[in-house]
């Protein structure tokens, strides 16, 4: 494992392109494109202001950087540096701004979600779709890239507006039967829409391409309902975490639960494997240590924390919510699959030490990996089965079924990591701290393990 | 007094008079009361006319008292000893009846003072019993009052129970109207809340509206979009015009979509589908071999042929049911399930063929060899039967035998027999023990062996030591021209040339010895036959100055030379612990050593213990007339002692060896 120097970027905007050749960074209101082999600097761009969103268009020719406060978005080239577009929304503002998936049109939403305006870029047309509803995932487009599905809340009523990307057509436009829609997802297959319903009710529907409704679930009532919703990479399979702590798969072909993932304090399968990870203050100071494993590369992996696995039963810190908070600090919020759809990674946000690993063969708890603080972000390789998580601190934590490895990133004045991701090869990961970021290079030959 | 003398003569006939005076006596209260009055009048008399009941009776009265005596006995129902008198004038009584009646009284008397005595106790009993029960009365009187007290403070408690419950019972009620009132305002609230959050929402929607409005019409600054050039499509086509025809194709391209999609899940259906049948294919061929008998040779009997019969069947039904499985509408489902049905009922029945040819199989195993094969497992069988049949003849004679041994008793046989089995194990046991207590003898043995060769050997240096003394004691008398001084005080002390001066000195020293000797037991190698302390032998003395090699102690003797400071040490406190009388300010010793004259030779032996070591700066000097050696030590530490030397050992070779002068053998 290998890490590369450290860049400085701003806002957390960091993006490695589609096709995984270049890494764009943003740098207060520069945009700078790096090859990612090299990490040479490919191309400069300067913004008219700080860059609050940056995105690259599907066929990485693209970057969008949006500048929420003066609703403005720049659109530069990559192929004809001297190639540049502004969008400019005016006083009507700008709280979000993404690419359609064929890379020629732009989505602003305005605020207030007053509407969402789709500007080309090949005919500078405008078109406008009106009453837009502001919630947890409003938009989403289906992975072929052919049709979005937007919510709509129109007369107190919940919507959904299937449109054609290809020329912004509305395809469908059913009305759900939900209380308050909060999220909608396409299946990766592109042909089932699952939407889900406020917290406040757990409902969970399943449409149709063509608008029918195909099923409809509900786990219980009166309690605080889904919290998340993700779909397998295979479709096969439906996962919702809910304020309950538990994690429910639903299959696809009868959109039946056919199992529940409950996340207990107490851990007492057998069958799972508890990494605990263990804190060691080492007697030398941080600083002497971090130069050391600079100039020795040997000693990466005598890290001051390492993962001890515990025998069950294990008791896993749990962290009571405020009940008279809104949006408690409970349930499932973060689900990934694995890419093979083989893994189900959970965090259940009182144990937000914790992430849990499931198989879906099984269907049983496989790995608990419990951090010493807080788990800030986890995700998949997007090739193997490998989860990389960070808690917030200089180290960088790796899953996979053969084991736990806890790897300190060796660079000066301490990175800590606050989010990763992976490059589309599964060989390179990228970390982000505060106002930095850093590659970490995989050895696909297992030399150093 | 008449009546008394009417009763003399007829108390002649006792036998008639006896029940008609008893009879009289019952029925006549008047002739009683005079009775009764009579007695108590007549002791009365006497009383105050004479003093005892001596006077009862007077020279005159005596045919009068010997009535009245008979009278008394013949109401007391002693008849049968009627006291006359001898003679007429009656002075005299006949003795006999007398005698009788006397003890008859008597008799009567100790019954009487016996149940008197028991009445007595009898009463005494009844009182305390009567006390007693008094007291558990009063007891009980006490438990009762209690009781009803408590009984009446339980119904209190019991009355503000219920008044309790009566409370919170229209607590409960107004709780519960609470609640239902609680609930209705929630529903109210919720329903009101739904209605202004709808209200609400639709004014948002309406400023929304309106904001838009007035956004879009506002021309100061005009969203736009500003592109150097426009771009070609992703794909490279061009943009088609929104018409119906478009709408059409997305329609369709939709429903293709949603086809293919349904395409692809239906095939991995069906493939999954195939699957299964492939394993439901092998599962009914597996069945159909399993089923199909083969039993060619039973012969032609009725269910031979019907199982036949049944087997042609199955494997028709399987080829349908597999020309079935590639069809796949309702009716070969159907058939499907009917051959499943139907094998598993042959399945069935087989087994419970099966388990009754099993049973039946013990009885054919002789005459039908066919139905078993394997001669290996016939006689593996047969073997084990007959074992199993001695198991059994063993349990039972085991029974039989325990069984006598309950029922009867003991015969001796069988008792050993008995005690036999259940000893067998404690024999073993016993056995092991013996083995091991054996071994121990022979160690015991070997030990006393060599202690017995030890006493001899100590027998031996002790007599020669004896030599050795006598003959030194013999020197000191002849040679003790330049030391007199010495040799009085040595030989005035008497018993041994190596005893101490002063009484003083030996006990302190002797309490040193033992203060040491307990924790320098452990060092000594083995221990020897007790010997008198005060004279030890030489060839002792030696060993323990470690002098000459220890026979029984080879370990310890070779272990270095006296001058090494830690063997010097060592023997020091050998020669402390074993020979204590040696041991205090001063000792000198005067060994007679025969061939072994040496010139005078210094020792300065130094300890190790610390700087303030102590200190032995020895000297001896050759006797003039004699081999002997004299050895002065002289301790400059209290803890010091004394060690001698022997010629065999080269004293020179001590470093720091420094002379000290000794005027004389005198206390230094």
């Known amino acids: 494992m290998n890490f590369s120097e450290v860049f400085k970027q701003s806002n957390q905007l960091c993006k490695v392109s589609p096709d995984g050749k270049y890494l764009a960074t943003c740098v207060q209101y520069r945009l700078v494109v790096r090859d990612v082999s090299t990490l040479q600097i490919l191309q400069l761009y300067t913004c008219l202001d700080q860059i609050s969103h940056m995105d690259w268009s599907s066929d990485s020719l693209f970057i969008l950087c949006a500048m929420y406060k003066r609703g403005l978005v720049q659109v530069w080239s990559l192929e004809q540096p001297d190639w540049h577009c502004k969008i ?6 700008l709280v979000s701004s993404r690419w359609s998936p064929d890379g020629r049109h732009i989505l602003n939403t305005t605020e207030f979600h007053l509407r969402v305006t789709v500007w080309s870029l090949c005919t500078k047309a405008v078109s406008y779709i009106k009453y837009p509803k502001a919630c947890q995932k409003g938009i989403d487009f289906s992975r072929d890239g052919c049709y979005m599905a937007l919510a709509e809340r129109r007369d107190c009523k919940d919507y959904v507006s299937v449109f054609v990307c290809d020329d912004w057509h509305l395809l469908r436009h059913f009305e759900t039967e939900t209380q308050d829609l909060a999220g909608l997802e396409w299946s990766p297959n592109g042909c089932v829409l699952a939407v889900w319903d406020s917290c406040l009710e757990y409902k969970v529907l399943l449409y149709s391409l063509d608008g029918r409704l195909l099923s409809t679930y509900s786990a219980y009532e009166w309690s605080l309902g889904v919290k998340s919703v993700t779909w397998s990479p295979s479709s096969q399979f439906l996962a919702i975490g809910s304020y309950d702590e538990k994690v429910r798969i639903l299959n696809h072909i009868t959109w039946k639960k056919i199992a529940q993932f409950e996340h207990i304090a107490t851990i007492n399968n057998t069958k799972a494997v508890v990494y605990k990870e263990v804190e060691k203050r080492p007697a030398v100071g941080s600083d002497d240590l971090s130069l050391h494993n600079i100039t020795i590369g040997t000693t990466l992996f005598n890290t001051q924390s390492k993962y001890e696995i515990c025998p069950p039963p294990v008791q896993v810190p749990v962290v009571k919510p405020d009940p008279d908070r809104a949006n408690p600090k409970i349930g499932v919020s973060t689900l990934a699959f694995s890419s093979d759809s083989r893994y189900l990674a959970t965090k259940n946000d009182n144990m937000a030490s914790v992430v849990w690993v499931w198989d879906m063969q099984k269907m049983s708890l496989l790995a608990v990996l419990e951090q010493t603080s807080a788990v800030r972000c986890f995700q998949w390789d997007p090739r193997r089965p490998r989860l990389a998580l960070c808690t917030g601190n200089t180290k960088l934590y790796l899953w996979s079924p053969a084991g736990c490895v806890s790897v300190q990133v060796p660079t000066e004045g301490g990175f800590q990591v606050q989010s990763l991701n992976w490059h589309c090869c599964g060989e390179t990961l990228i970390l982000l701290g505060k106002d930095q970021l850093c590659l970490c290079y995989m050895d696909t030959d297992q030399e150093d393990k | 007094m008449g009546e008394w003398w009417t ?38 008399s006497l009383r105050s006319s004479y003093n005892g009941i001596s006077a009862f009776c007077t020279e005159d009265t005596i045919p009068q008292c010997i009535s009245y005596i008979n009278q008394e006995l013949d109401s007391l129902g002693l008849s049968s000893t009627c006291i006359e008198a001898s003679s007429l004038e009656g002075a005299d009584l006949k003795a006999v009846p007398a005698l009788n009646a006397m003890y008859e009284l008597m008799q009567i008397h100790r019954r009487n003072m016996c149940t008197l005595e028991e009445l007595e106790k009898e009463q005494l009993k009844k009182s305390s019993t009567l006390d007693h029960m008094q007291m558990n009365n009063s007891r009980l009187k006490d438990q009762l009052e209690l009781s009803i007290r408590e009984k009446s403070g339980l119904h209190e408690t019991e009355r503000q129970l219920h008044l309790k419950i009566k409370t919170l ?19 109210s609230r919720a329903s009101q809340y739904s209605h202004d959050a709808k209200r609400k929402e639709r004014e948002a929607a309406k400023l929304k509206e309106r904001l838009g409005q007035l956004l879009v019409d506002r021309k100061d600054r005009k969203l736009a979009i500003d592109v150097l050039n426009c771009l070609g499509r992703s794909d490279g086509k061009r943009s088609h015009w929104k018409t119906t025809k478009a709408t059409a194709s997305h329609e369709g391209e939709m429903y293709t979509s949603l086809l293919k999609d349904y395409e692809v899940s239906q095939r991995s259906l069906m493939l999954e589908n195939a699957e299964l049948k492939k394993v439901l294919q092998q599962m009914k061929e597996e069945m159909i071999h399993i089923l199909s008998p083969r039993r060619p040779t039973r012969g032609a009997n009725a269910v031979a042929s019907q199982e036949q019969a049944d087997s042609d069947g199955e494997e028709k039904a399987g080829d349908f049911s597999r020309e079935t499985l590639d069809q796949s509408c309702e009716h070969a489902r159907e058939q499907l399930t009917n051959s499943i049905r139907q094998q598993w009922r042959k399945l069935r029945n087989h087994m419970e063929k099966l388990d009754s040819q099993a049973s039946q199989v013990q009885n054919q195993l002789e005459s039908n060899k066919e139905v078993i094969p394997r001669e290996t497992h016939e006689d593996e069988m047969e073997r084990m039967r007959h074992e199993v049949q001695q198991c059994k003849e063993f349990i039972h004679a085991q029974q039989q035998l325990l069984q006598q041994q309950l029922n009867t008793s003991f015969d001796d046989e069988t008792a ?11 024999k073993e046991r016993l056995k092991e023990e013996w083995r091991l207590f054996e071994e121990q003898k022979r160690n015991f043995e070997r030990e006393r062996m060599n202690f017995t060769e030890a006493a001899i050997r100590l ?3 002790k007599k020669a030591f004896e030599e050795d003394r006598a003959s030194w004691l013999k020197n000191q008398f002849l040679n003790m021209t330049p030391f007199s001084d010495h040799r009085r005080c040595s030989s005035s002390d008497g018993q041994s040339a190596l005893s101490i001066k002063s009484e003083p000195e030996m006990r302190m020293s002797s309490t040193k010895a033992r203060l040491v000797t307990s924790s320098t037991h452990a060092t000594f190698s083995t221990p020897k036959p007790t010997q008198s302390a005060t004279v030890p032998s030489t060839t002792e003395l030696y060993r323990t100055l470690r002098l000459i090699p220890d026979s029984s102690s080879s370990r310890h003797s070779n272990r270095g030379r006296w001058q090494e400071s830690s063997s010097i040490e060592d023997g020091d406190i050998r020669v402390k612990s074993r020979n204590r009388v040696r041991c205090g300010d001063l000792s000198i010793f005067s060994l007679g050593l025969p061939g072994s004259g040496r010139p005078s030779t210094v020792l300065h032996a130094e300890r190790l213990a610390g700087p303030s070591a102590h200190r032995c700066v020895l000297q001896h000097q050759p006797f003039q007339a004699t081999e002997g050696l004299l050895l002065l030590v002289k301790p400059l530490h209290s803890l010091a002692f004394i060690l001698m030397l022997q010629g065999k050992v080269d004293l ?3 470093p720091h060896a420094k002379p000290l002068y000794c005027h004389g053998i005198s206390r230094v």
């Open chain 1, 88 to 93: 400019d929304e005016g006083s009507i503002g």
């Open chain 2, 7 to 44: 009763t003399v003569p007829v108390g002649t006939s006792m036998g008639n008079y006896e029940i008609s005076s008893i009879s009289h006596v019952t029925m006549s209260p008047s002739r009683q009361n005079n009775l009764v009055s009579m007695q108590s009048s007549l002791p009365l």
């Open chain 2, 169 to 187: 019972q229209s607590c409960l009620k107004t709780e519960k109207d609470e609640v239902q009132k609680l609930q209705n305002i929630i529903a």
């Open chain 2, 652 to 654: 020179n070779t001590a």
């Open chain 2, 459 to 461: 027998g031996r240096e």
């Open chain 2, 416 to 426: 050993a027999l008995l005690n036999d089995c259940y000893t067998l194990e404690e």
